[in-house]
């Protein structure tokens, strides 16, 4: 779980006589993960693409734009298509048709938007009143329509020069104008200096139609209507032939795409005149399934060596490679064949090597290739191995990016950790149950791997939530799971856990406050542990200064935290939240009226001995020693980090008392609650008379809107509804990110880097067009 799936180095020798049927066979099995030829070996060349491969990544690209123009998706394959032998051709006919109907709805497009832009012009001619026709024309008359200050407009012309007389036109508001010049000279030279914006006068229309500016208004109206009836007819014919090429559209592509990754193939390869070698990476256990495959494809015409094993030594550490013995002329030896070594066969046998590869190709791979010089720098690619329940939390670890071959993957701790810290803040039955449901939604209903994964995420969220919920004892807020289970069935006073939002439950709250300090200090130093393993693979001493130094100096610290050395100076919550009632610590100077409420469960901690505290800040001084020759002096400013990254984990305690205060709010303004002894109770049987009656010591909090009235009834159920509602996105939004923060944040950044090669085998699983 922890490491990716071993993954073995594979050569493929053969000749090119057969080279067409290891490609056909190769990229059925679907297993292989080509890696590059980087023209390293001497006499060799990266092969030439299969014949047609232009054509069918030309048509590939084609398929796809019709697809994009007519909108095709994956639900307009309602039934798998039988297409035809002659696929280019109907292609054409498909890509003639909707061209045609793409090119008349640009058109329509541009010409409706020229008609919008026409309305939006012609509005200010509305506002002016004044007919088209006579707005131009004149033979003594210079006319500007457009935008200014009358005012000024009427000083620029009076000291125009060959302005005889004007006179403006204005609408109510003043902004748009009609100006009349008498006799016809240019005055825009004038009109610019006004800051007047003219605007181009449209031409009246034809005889017999109206001039005014509202008829050329409804002769744009009924333009654009029409045109928009033509737009229409063309949208819904495109959409019947999405209806009706849609499906074919999708199996084309998946045929085409399957072409072009079979014809393109050889450009991964190694070849010579006659011989080819190819080199890729698939899971160790599917070797023997690719070496019989090709075997019962070519039969002795390819030699298949498994070239290395990426796998790690007995401390887990990941190794360079691991040479596989018995193959002929060396592991992986490209020469077996001219050398005169025998292959081990499929099936456990042995052929001799001279007849692994005929046609002259022995000679010709002998020219260059070699067992020890892989044919390119690809490392073995990732598969995350995580059994089923952890795979949906691989979609947080990628996030970041995918492990490498060599770092741990820590999915698997994301699956253990991140649940139940987002359980733990949120901790209610009910909010439970429905992100359990959100997830089992997205799990079951959706297609999108991403979705489909986080779905995952809530279901295991969700579960942890409903966990919690019942060991609090809550569900929606209201404490009835405690009274019917706990109190009810069980005969315990109270639900086992409380979250510490009452002043009587304070003793919780700090309880949760070292919880979470302590799961931090773990999870911290999880991630420092990881980090050393991977480093100590490289260089021990770059591990101890890296990662051992931070390890030493955060345990060191914390466990001086935990410890009574100094204890005066250090909060009582750290000896009482876990200490007995009535055994206050001597070194604290409380009563035990004072401490009562601050012990959450009696297990007698008092803190450790204050030798332990003695011993850490030791073993943290050996650490921050080793921190100052890693890192210098920066390490003196560094090295409260190992404060920090911990005081972090306060947040997931913050959390809870966060949205238990949102939960209690609500029903508070729903129902009311009273406060008594230092507990607070909702008014969930009884009204707020009732309650001082029974309880003459208690006081009213809030008498809650369900006993106020039917308005406020009403408006109670709203409140209750939305603020639950609220409650629960937010719970995604703050729980949910504050998790995933210390995951990314507190723990991956410990060790983890990420940036593997996914495993992409050569090979097309198709859905539409069926088998090649």
């Known amino acids: 779980m922890l490491r990716p799936e071993k993954m073995g180095r594979v050569s493929v020798t053969g000749s090119k006589a057969v080279l067409n049927d290891v490609v056909e066979t190769a990229h059925d099995l679907n297993l292989l993960h080509l890696s590059d030829y980087d023209g390293g070996w001497e006499g060799f060349e990266p092969g030439s693409p299969q014949e047609g491969a232009d054509s069918a990544s030309d048509a590939l690209v084609t398929v796809r734009s019709l697809q994009s123009i007519l909108g095709v998706d994956e639900t307009d394959a309602e039934s798998r298509p039988v297409l035809p032998d002659d696929l280019h051709a109907e292609i054409e006919e498909v890509r003639t048709q909707v061209n045609e109907l793409d090119d008349r709805r640009d058109e329509l497009d541009d010409e409706l938007r020229g008609v919008e832009e026409e309305l939006e012009t012609i509005r200010p001619f509305v506002e002016l009143g004044i007919d088209l026709d006579l707005l131009g024309g004149y033979e003594n008359l210079s006319v500007a329509v457009g935008e200014g200050d009358e005012a000024a407009v009427r000083e620029a012309m009076v000291e125009q020069p060959g302005v005889d007389s004007h006179e403006t036109f204005a609408v109510d508001d003043g902004e748009t104008l009609a100006v009349f010049a008498y006799p016809a000279v240019d005055i825009s030279d004038a009109l610019v200096g006004a800051q007047f914006t003219a605007y181009e006068v449209p031409e ?153 590869v005929t046609d002259g190709a022995g000679a010709d791979v002998a020219d260059g290739a070699g067992a020890d010089v892989a044919m390119g720098a690809t490392g073995p690619p990732v598969i995350q191995n995580n059994p089923a329940p952890v795979r949906p939390f691989e979609a947080l670890t990628n996030v970041i990016n995918l492990p490498k071959y060599d770092e741990f993957d820590p999915t698997v701790i994301v699956f253990l950790t991140f649940p139940a810290f987002f359980g733990f803040m949120i901790g209610d039955l009910g909010y439970g149950l429905l992100y359990m449901a959100i997830g089992g939604v997205l799990y079951t209903q959706v297609e999108g791997e991403v979705l489909k994964s986080l779905g995952g995420v809530a279901l295991w969220a969700g579960g942890f939530t409903a966990l919690f919920g019942i060991f609090y004892g809550e569900i929606f807020g209201l404490h009835t799971v405690s009274t019917v ?288």
């Open 485 to 772: 289970l706990w109190e009810g069935v069980v005969g315990l006073k109270s639900a086992p856990m409380h979250k510490g939002l009452q002043p009587a439950d304070l003793g919780y709250a700090q309880a949760w406050m070292m919880l979470v300090l302590t799961l931090g200090v773990l999870h911290v130093g999880l991630g420092y542990v990881f980090g050393f393993i991977e480093e100590a693979g490289h260089s021990l001493k770059e591990a101890v200064l890296e990662h051992a130094s931070w390890a030493l100096l955060m345990f060191g610290v914390w466990v001086w935290v935990f410890s009574r050395h100094l204890a005066a100076a250090k909060p009582d919550f750290l000896y009482l939240a876990f200490n007995e009632v009535g055994a206050t610590p001597a070194f604290l100077d409380l009563s035990e009226a004072a401490t009562e409420t601050q012990v959450a469960y009696e297990f007698g901690f008092a803190g450790l001995p204050e030798v332990v505290g003695l011993a850490a800040l030791g073993v943290a001084a050996v650490g921050f020693v080793l921190l100052v020759a890693a890192e210098g002096g920066i390490a003196f400013l560094e090295s409260l980090n190992v404060l920090v990254n911990v005081l972090s984990y306060a947040r997931i305690a913050a959390v809870l008392l966060a949205k238990a205060g949102m939960a209690f709010v609500v029903n508070l303004l729903f129902f009311g609650a009273y406060r008594d002894k230092g507990e607070f109770h909702f008014l969930l049987t009884e009204g707020p008379q009732e309650a001082l009656a029974a309880h003459p010591d208690a006081t009213i909090m809030f008498p809650g809107l369900i006993h106020s009235g039917v308005a406020a009834v009403v408006l109670g159920f709203v409140v209750l509804v939305v603020g639950h509602l609220l409650v629960l996105v937010l719970g995604i939004t703050s729980a949910g990110l504050q998790a995933v923060r210390l995951e990314y944040v507190e723990f991956f950044q410990k060790f983890y880097e990420g940036g593997g090669d996914e495993y992409e085998p050569f090979g097309y699983e198709t859905r539409f067009a069926g088998d090649d």
């Open 204 to 356: 009246p229309g034809t005889a017999g139609e109206d001039v005014s500016p509202e008829g050329y208004v409804d002769r744009l109206e009924q333009r654009r209507r029409e045109l928009t009836s033509k737009l229409e007819t063309v949208e819904d014919r495109l959409e019947d032939l999405r209806v009706e090429v849609g499906g074919f559209l999708l199996a084309a592509e998946e045929r085409l795409a399957v072409q072009v990754q079979k014809a393109e193939a050889p450009l991964s390869f190694a070849t010579t005149e006659n011989a080819f070698v190819a080199e890729g990476w698939l899971p160790y256990d599917e070797y023997v399934d690719l070496a019989e495959g090709l075997q019962e494809a070519v039969g002795d015409h390819v030699d298949v060596d498994l070239v290395e094993v990426a796998e790690y030594d007995e401390d887990g550490r990941p190794t360079d490679s691991e040479e596989i013995a018995g193959g002929a002329g060396g592991v992986g030896d490209p020469t077996a064949a001219a050398d005169g070594g025998d292959e081990v066969a499929a099936d456990g046998g042995s052929a001799p090597a001279s007849e692994v």
